[in-house]
């Protein structure tokens, strides 16, 4: 045992400084000298700050020479504007889904694709040879390709949110979703032959950046595609007079760009990735990849159908617009031609199909003619793709999903 | 006594004035050392810090877990709490802020969601292009219409669950939670799972509330109160149920000594207090003077 403290316990200085820090805290009380001595014009300051007070240093300035100065994102950025505009890119989603993008599209939504592609996909025939090849292609993009990353699914056991499962390794889902888009566009191509095929342009990673004014509102749209199919020859368009008559949707209490970030720091471009000189040029189908560990909403809670289609739809849109864009000008309102764009999203192994018909970029108010959007079915491409036991197993297999690729493939309107 | 007065007269300002540089050099191990240790229970939490950004958001924020210790001094304050499943933090906006003339602020509900870091749920509300969470309500789900007002009508309102107006404006006997205590000041009573006050009688400009632990408070008409129950009602009748439950909720195993005098197992049925009126919120406390000592080697807290 110690004996220290039982040996201090009544030592004089100890107890001092006991006491010492109790009475030595003390709120000074005013008596009113300090309003007497500014009254006669003497300046009072703390004492303690003017004993401890130090010269000024005189400031040491170090040339950094070729060194880049450090970014620094607030009003003397010299990208810096009062006006805010709003921003959707590759990783956000609208709150409200399909009405959203309805109201911030000037958009009507007319469920299923249009009847003569539906009458189109109806009637192609699709050999058994090229079923078997995308079974092939399927279990390639799932399981065989050799690419090992850590996957991102943080997965514990049912009831037992403190326990945690190792991290997998395997197929990173962009990677799958590619692989499946290059090799089924293959099988497309391969079917279709030579006087189709060469109709067709596959890009990948498109960026596209379109800024427009809604409602007096800035918008701009910076996305990029999986993967951009372009044609020789644009897709015909539908006859959607009749869109004049129909209401947008009613947002309220809602603003139609809730859940899009606003910023201060941008650059209004326009972006469109291929040059009028080369022929293929025309907007055919885009393929979007879909994550949710990509794509959230900010309060993080899973992506709904809705939201997905509306993602589709206007991923859709500013493909369209910024081909219009550089095509008829800044200014363009109606379009004399509008530009059709099919849609095609991967959210793992299911496809989700959809239309959009660009009519006008009066977006101003929402009197005239309206853009349409058909929005297809969402169909999965096998119900199981994974090793069982040991063995690669695909259960499942949906041939409706290469129907309707297919048929979007071949589509040209008529 | 007499050694304060001896060392005062000691003292001489010419002296510190001419010569501030100067200390006193003390061998370490003679300094005392004495760190103010907080004590749990003065409105500071020892469970988590919460890392707030500059603006609002609705993205769960971050936090970090600091088992029961000060993160000032690292000494623990409170006992028994440590380790647990990490949960992100929901900022939640308790002002209610509505219109004082005219119709009610229309707001709508988007989601209604668990929230690990309290033990009632939380509403996603969405109005204009602003989201917010609030304290959800019993029977509050994903598309319900919410109004708030600050005005106070001659006739009392009809108002829904999850509607927030004055307390004046409410009638007598509606059920009320996430109440004001001082109008305007950021301090908001009843808002734990399954909790609510009932508004049992008005009087001048005072309304009085009885609080969940019955009693009653005099508030004044002005404070905001949001009508309901809270969520999650079956917070109070769900067991914990395994030691491990306890450990997952964040609490360290403890001894199951039976204390007789610390009132847990249940309280000496009593009268309750009076009704009295809802203390203003206090002037800020004047700062104190430290006066050194230069044996005492003191921590910059104490």
Known sequence: ?????????????????????????????????????????????????????????????????????????????????????????????????????????????????????????????????????????????????????????????????????????????????????????????????????????????????????????????????????????????????????????????????????????????????????????????????????????????????????????????????????????????????????????????????????????????????????FNGPTLPLCSECAYKLGRPVLAGYNPDVFRYIYGFYRNEGT | MASLVKLFQNCKISGLLTNSAKCIVVPERTIYKFIKKPSPGTGHAYRRIVHYPKEYTVKPLDVTNLAGRDPVTGRVVAKGIGGGIKHKFHWVVFTRDGPKEGPPQIERVIDVIFDGCRTAKVALVAVGDQLKYIIASENMKPGDIIKTSRFIPRIPVRANEGDAYPLGALPVNTKIHCLEKNPGHPYHMITAAGTYGTITRKFGEHVVVQIPSKIEIAFHQTCMATVGRVSNIEHGRTPVGSATRKRELGYRPRSGLWQRKTGKHGRKIRKPPPMRIAKPPGAPEPKAIRLTEPTLALKSNY
């Open chain 1, 1 to 373: 045992m110690r004996r220290s403290a039982a040996l201090f316990a009544q030592h004089g200085d100890f107890m001092f400084k006991r006491h010492w820090l109790i009475k030595g805290r003390r709120v000074p009380q005013d008596d009113g000298s300090e309003a007497y001595l500014k009254s006669l014009g003497i300046e009072v300051e703390d004492a303690l700050e003017y004993v401890n007070r130090k010269p000024p240093l005189p400031k040491f300035v170090v040339d950094r020479g070729w060194l880049p100065q450090k970014e620094v994102f607030d009003h003397t950025h010299p990208l810096w504007k009062e006006e805010k505009c709003h921003e959707f890119g590759d990783e956000n989603v609208l709150l409200e889904g399909i009405p959203q993008a309805q109201v911030l599209t000037k958009s009507i939504v007319i469920d299923g694709l249009p009847p003569n592609v539906q009458q189109f996909i109806k009637n192609i025939e699709i050999p058994a040879k090229t079923h078997t090849n995308m079974k092939k292609n399927v279990m390639y993009s799932c399981m065989f390709d050799a690419e090992q990353k850590k996957k991102p699914i943080k997965r514990t056991l049912p009831g037992k949110p403190a326990h945690y499962l190792p991290r997998e390794y395997g197929i990173s889902e962009r990677r799958q979703s590619r692989l499946l888009i290059s090799k089924t566009l293959r099988e497309c191509d391969k079917l279709a032959g030579i006087a189709i095929c060469s109709k067709r342009q596959v890009f990948t990673d498109a960026l596209f950046v379109v800024p427009f004014k809604r409602y007096g509102d800035l918008i701009q749209m910076e996305i990029t595609t999986e993967s951009y199919l372009v044609a020789k020859t644009p897709i015909a368009a539908l006859d959607t007079k009749s869109s004049t008559d129909n209401q947008l949707p009613d947002l309220l209490p809602l603003k139609y760009t809730i859940s899009m970030p606003q910023e201060n720091i941008y650059l209004l471009r326009d972006e469109y990735p291929i040059a009028k000189l080369f022929s293929h040029y025309h907007p055919h189908t885009i393929f979007l990849h879909f994550s949710p560990h990509e794509v959230k909403n900010l309060h993080e809670t899973p992506v709904t159908e809705s939201q997905l289609s509306s993602r589709s739809m206007l991923k859709a849109f500013a493909v369209a617009a910024s081909r219009a864009r550089q095509d008829y000008g800044e200014h363009v309102n109606d379009l004399e031609k509008p530009i059709v764009v099919q849609s095609i999203q991967l959210n793992g192994l299911s496809f989700q199909f959809g239309v959009f018909q660009l009519n006008t970029l009066n977006l101003g108010d929402d009197n005239g003619i309206k853009n349409v959007w």
